[in-house]
C-alpha cells in the first residue's frame, strides 16, 4: 500500500492536497500489520518509509506536515515495545487524518456562507474545497453562474466543471486557461483553493498567478478557500514540482525545449481573503 501510494502521488492520481495527506498518512498503517523483532527496527521502518512518502511530493505542505508530525510523535515518545508503537502510530495517524478532514469541511462551510447568493464566480483548477462549498451554497438555496478554467495541460478543470454542472442552481461554462481575462470582467468574485501559503506567498496549481493579476487589474476580488493547516509560517520550503513534457506535447521535440511547472507563486497582496476552518484572514 506504500508503494502504491507513492506512485499515486507521484502520478498526482489525486489533485485535492488533503486528500494526499490523508492517503499518506493511511498508507503508513500498512506497517501495523508487518512482525518486527524489535521497537528500534519499527521506528526506522516508519521513518524510512515516511520519508518515501514525503519524497513522493516535496511540494504538498500537508503530506509533508501529516507524515513529519506522525513519525515525528512516535520517534519522540520512544515507545517501550512494538505494541506500543504501534498503537502510537494509529492514534496520530487518526488524529491527523481526524483534523485534516474536519478542517477541510469546516473551510468549505465557511466558504458556503460567504459565498453571496446570485453572483458570477470564476475558478480555477480542481479543488475539493470550493467544490464542497459550492455544494452546501447550492443546497441551502443559493445560485451562481461559474466560469471554470481547463487548467492545462492535465485539463484537471474538465473533471470540475463536470462536478459543478450537477449541481442545481449552477449555470457552469469551462473555457481556456487564456480566455479568463475575456470573462473576469463578469465575474464578482475569483475563488480557488490553495496546496498552501508560505509566509507572504501563495502556492496553487500553475495559472493561478495570472488569474490573479488580471483579477487585481480589473477590479475582481481573489479569495482562496482552504484549511488553515495550508498556512505555514515557518519549517517548510516550497518545491516546485516539474511534469514529464509529454503532458503538453507528445510529438517528438526538436531545436526547443519544454518545461511544465505545477505550480506558480501569487502574492497574498493580490488576495482579498482567505476562507479556513479558523474563520476569515483578510490581506
Same mark, same amino acid.
Not at 190 to 199: P, R
Given at each position: 500500500?506504500?508503494?502504491?501510494?507513492v506512485?499515486?502521488?507521484?502520478?498526482?492520481?489525486?489533485?485535492?492536497?488533503?486528500?494526499?495527506?490523508?492517503n499518506?498518512? /493511511? !498508507? $503508513?498503517? @500498512? +506497517?501495523?500489520?508487518? %512482525?518486527? #523483532?524489535?521497537?528500534?527496527?519499527?521506528?526506522?521502518?516508519?521513518?524510512?518509509?515516511?520519508?518515501?512518502l514525503?519524497?513522493?511530493?516535496?511540494?504538498?505542505?500537508s503530506?509533508?506536515?501529516?507524515i513529519r508530525?506522525?513519525v515525528?510523535?512516535?520517534?519522540?515518545?520512544a515507545?517501550?515495545d512494538?505494541?506500543?508503537?504501534?498503537?502510537?502510530t494509529?492514534?496520530?495517524i487518526?488524529?491527523?487524518v481526524?483534523r485534516?478532514?474536519?478542517?477541510?469541511?469546516?473551510?468549505?462551510?465557511?466558504?458556503?456562507?460567504?459565498?453571496?447568493?446570485?453572483?458570477?464566480?470564476?475558478?480555477?483548477?480542481?479543488s475539493?474545497?470550493?467544490?464542497?462549498?459550492?455544494?452546501?451554497?447550492?443546497?441551502a438555496?443559493?445560485?451562481?453562474?461559474?466560469?471554470?478554467?481547463?487548467?492545462?495541460?492535465?485539463?484537471?478543470?474538465r473533471?470540475?466543471? /463536470? !462536478? $459543478?454542472s @450537477? +449541481?442545481?442552481?449552477? %449555470?457552469a #461554462?469551462?473555457?481556456?486557461?487564456?480566455?479568463?481575462?475575456?470573462?473576469?470582467?463578469?465575474c464578482?468574485?475569483?475563488?480557488?483553493?490553495?496546496?498552501?501559503?508560505?509566509?507572504?506567498?501563495?502556492?496553487?496549481?500553475?495559472g493561478?498567478?495570472?488569474?490573479?493579476?488580471?483579477?487585481?487589474?480589473?477590479g475582481?476580488?481573489?479569495t482562496?478557500?482552504?484549511?488553515?493547516?495550508?498556512?505555514?509560517?515557518?519549517?517548510?520550503?516550497?518545491?516546485?514540482?516539474?511534469?514529464?513534457?509529454?503532458?503538453v506535447?507528445?510529438?517528438?521535440?526538436?531545436?526547443?525545449?519544454?518545461?511544465?511547472?505545477?505550480?506558480?507563486?501569487?502574492?497574498?497582496?493580490?488576495?482579498?481573503?482567505v476562507?479556513?476552518d479558523?474563520?476569515?484572514?483578510?490581506?
Open positions: 500500500m506504500i508503494d502504491e501510494t506512485a499515486e502521488i507521484k502520478a498526482m492520481q489525486s489533485h485535492s492536497s488533503s486528500v494526499v495527506a490523508v499518506a498518512a /493511511r !498508507a $503508513l498503517e @500498512e +506497517l501495523l500489520e508487518r %512482525e518486527f #523483532t524489535t521497537v528500534e527496527e519499527y521506528v526506522r521502518t516508519l521513518e524510512r518509509n515516511g520519508t518515501a514525503r519524497r513522493a511530493n516535496p511540494s504538498h505542505a503530506l509533508q506536515n501529516a508530525e506522525i515525528g510523535d512516535v520517534t519522540a515518545a515507545p517501550a512494538v505494541p506500543a508503537a504501534k498503537r502510537l494509529q492514534e496520530r487518526d488524529a491527523v481526524s485534516v478532514e474536519s478542517g477541510k469541511q469546516l473551510a468549505a462551510t465557511n466558504g458556503a456562507e460567504f459565498l453571496v447568493d446570485g453572483t458570477t464566480v470564476l475558478t480555477h483548477d480542481y475539493t474545497t470550493v467544490l464542497e462549498a459550492l455544494e452546501r451554497a447550492t443546497a438555496g443559493k445560485t451562481f453562474e461559474l466560469y471554470v478554467t481547463e487548467a492545462r495541460p492535465r485539463y484537471i478543470g473533471r470540475m466543471v /463536470r !462536478a $459543478l @450537477e +449541481l442545481d442552481g449552477v %449555470e #461554462t469551462l473555457i481556456t486557461d487564456s480566455a479568463h481575462g475575456v470573462y473576469l470582467e463578469e464578482d468574485r475569483v475563488v480557488i483553493g490553495m496546496d498552501c501559503i508560505v509566509e507572504q506567498t501563495l502556492y496553487n496549481r500553475v493561478t498567478y495570472p488569474i490573479a493579476a488580471t483579477a487585481s487589474q480589473v475582481v476580488p481573489v482562496v478557500f482552504g484549511s488553515a493547516s495550508k498556512l505555514i509560517t515557518d519549517g517548510f520550503v516550497f518545491e516546485n514540482e516539474y511534469r514529464v513534457e509529454s503532458e506535447m507528445r510529438e517528438p521535440t526538436e531545436g526547443f525545449a519544454i518545461e511544465n511547472p505545477a505550480y506558480d507563486a501569487t502574492p497574498v497582496s493580490m488576495l482579498e481573503c476562507v479556513t479558523d474563520g476569515v484572514l483578510e490581506f
